[in-house]
């Protein structure tokens, strides 16, 4: 019994997102099969509903596919599953249910893996565009409908869970449900070390290239941990230029662009920005917001605006976590059987996360920009129209701005303009500029490192 369950889970898993898989099937079993009455187990009664309004069609296709026949099936409420649920014991400073909530999201990590390296889970259509993503996500729309022609590489960059992974994975996801022939290849570069290293202790190198040769399309994850042994990264290069003579897709992300990763052959990094590179950007309020409307129409839950709107306006980190605040109200409001922004209400939840910057001054941003550019402070507050002293100024407004939310007639003061219209501009400028000059960009992201490092 144990067994069938597990597999009919198997493929359950498959088809369905994790956070669904873990918050839906995580405690379910299967009590009877007698008569083809199937019997599944499960916590309480709130997940019979579900369970049965969602996701009865897959069980009973995951059940037939494990030869069980069946006349009826019902959902039986377990009282040992149920017993661990009663809310409101906070034992030795440890809330019960934080502790449970964390346990189970912790499974969400449960991969469900394809040979090709592909998970299922990740598709285009659970991928919610906003203005940080639409450029890569167009871009990946156009290679999922011609692959191999106009990006090519395609190289996506951005910090850690912005959706690197979710968006190469759908585009292969994709890119097989149009033509399931397709040979689609996933691999994050270290896994690619570990398995060249192991095929070449084994005598097994040319069986390595050839595999890779006939790839159609090849998605390398988290590039930034390519390593300086030249062997590795020569057959890297070997099976890169392979595929890109022959117009075979490649794709490939990273949490920076090639050329700020040290260990990178500089020929190798020109390559793979050849035809371009798109970021995914940490998302606005607004794009926040619709991610996680997107995530709680997926998962059939009701939440309230006013609570989505506080979790969004509470994760300034990254999609990871707002998804992994997300998931933990929703657990914990079935549990304690209140509604999301009742639990924000009454204070059971405090959602914060932000990045965590260190306090700086205006002061300490004006001599910081004025460095990086080789300036002095009195040559960049001045009022030379030369070019590059001028970038200096509005970076230094910009980052005035954006990291001190000070207003456009503080910031004149401090670069040295004379009126707030100024300021304005510069700062627009540069918002228009960063949408597509790469340098500008990595210049401003090194110089906030310089700022709070
Ligand atoms: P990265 O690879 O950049 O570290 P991931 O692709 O692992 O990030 O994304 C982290 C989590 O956020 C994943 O669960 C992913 O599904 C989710 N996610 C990221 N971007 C989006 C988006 N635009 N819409 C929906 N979910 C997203
Ligand atoms: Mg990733």
């Known amino acids: 019994m144990y067994d069938v369950w597990k597999n009919a889970l198997a493929e359950i898993e498959q088809q369905i997102s994790a956070a669904n898989?873990?918050?839906?099937?995580?405690?379910?079993?299967?009590?009877?099969?007698?008569?083809?009455?199937?019997?599944?187990?499960?916590?309480?009664?709130?997940?019979?509903?579900?369970l049965r309004n969602r996701y009865l069609d897959i069980i009973t296709t995951a059940l037939k596919n494990n030869n069980i026949t069946i006349n009826t099936i019902d959902f039986e409420v377990q009282a040992k599953v149920k017993s661990k649920v009663r809310p409101r014991e906070v034992i030795a400073g440890k809330d019960p249910i934080k502790e449970r909530v964390k346990a189970i999201r912790n499974?969400?990590?449960?991969k469900s893996v394809l040979s090709n390296g592909l998970n299922q889970k990740y598709t285009l259509d659970n991928f919610v565009i906003g203005s940080n993503n639409d450029l890569a996500v167009s871009a990946a729309k156009s290679i999922i409908a011609a692959p191999g022609t106009r990006y090519n590489p395609f190289f996506l960059y951005g910090g850690p869970g912005l959706g690197k992974t979710h968006l190469v994975q759908a585009i292969g996801n994709e890119l097989l449900k149009k033509d399931?022939?397709?040979?689609?290849?996933?691999?994050?570069?270290?896994?690619?070390?570990?398995?060249?290293?192991d095929a070449i202790q084994n005598g097994k190198g040319k069986e390595f290239n050839r595999k890779f040769q006939k790839l159609d399309v090849l998605i390398i994850d988290d590039f930034q941990f390519i390593v300086?042994?030249?062997?590795?990264?020569?057959?890297f290069f070997n099976i890169?230029?392979?595929l890109f003579l022959l117009n075979k897709q490649i794709i490939v992300t990273s949490d920076r662009l090639p050329s700020q990763i040290k260990t990178v052959d500089e020929c190798l990094a020109s390559r793979l920005t050849w035809a371009g590179a798109f970021d995914l950007q940490l998302p606005k309020f607004e794009d926040k917001c619709a991610i996680l409307r997107a995530k709680a129409d997926l998962m059939g839950a009701e939440v309230e605006p006013e609570a989505i709107e506080y979790i969004a306006e509470n994760v300034n980190t990254n999609i990871r976590d707002l998804e992994g605040e997300f998931s933990t109200i929703l657990l914990m409001s079935e549990v304690r059987g209140l509604?999301?922004?009742?639990?924000?209400?009454?204070?059971?939840?405090?959602v914060n996360k932000t990045t965590k910057l260190r306090p700086t001054s205006p002061?300490?941003?004006?001599?910081?920009?004025a460095k990086y550019y080789n300036l002095s402070v009195k040559e960049m507050t001045g009022k030379s129209r030369i070019a590059h002293i001028k970038t200096a100024r509005q970076v230094a407004m910009f980052l005035l701005s954006n990291e001190l939310k000070l207003s456009t007639n503080k910031i004149a003061a401090e670069v040295g303009v004379k009126d707030h219209t100024t300021v304005m501009h510069g700062i627009k400028k540069i918002k228009q500029d960063l949408k597509l000059n790469f340098t500008l960009r990595d210049q401003i992201e090194e110089i906030k490192e310089k700022i709070y490092g």
């Not at 509604?339 to 405090?350: A, D, R």
């Open 21 to 50: 898989f873990s918050t839906w099937f995580q405690d379910t079993s299967l009590i009877s099969t007698a008569n083809g009455n199937i019997i599944i187990g499960v916590k309480n009664s709130f997940f019979v509903k579900q």
């Open 107 to 110: 499974t969400n990590d449960m």
């Open 180 to 197: 399931p022939n397709l040979k689609v290849f996933y691999t994050p570069i270290s896994h690619f070390y570990s398995d060249f290293i």
């Open 228 to 235: 300086n042994k030249e062997k590795s990264q020569e057959e």
């Open 240 to 242: 890169f230029n392979d």
């Open 339 to 350: 509604t999301p922004l009742e639990l924000i209400e009454n204070g059971s939840v405090s």
């Open 363 to 369: 002061k300490q941003i004006v001599e910081k920009v």
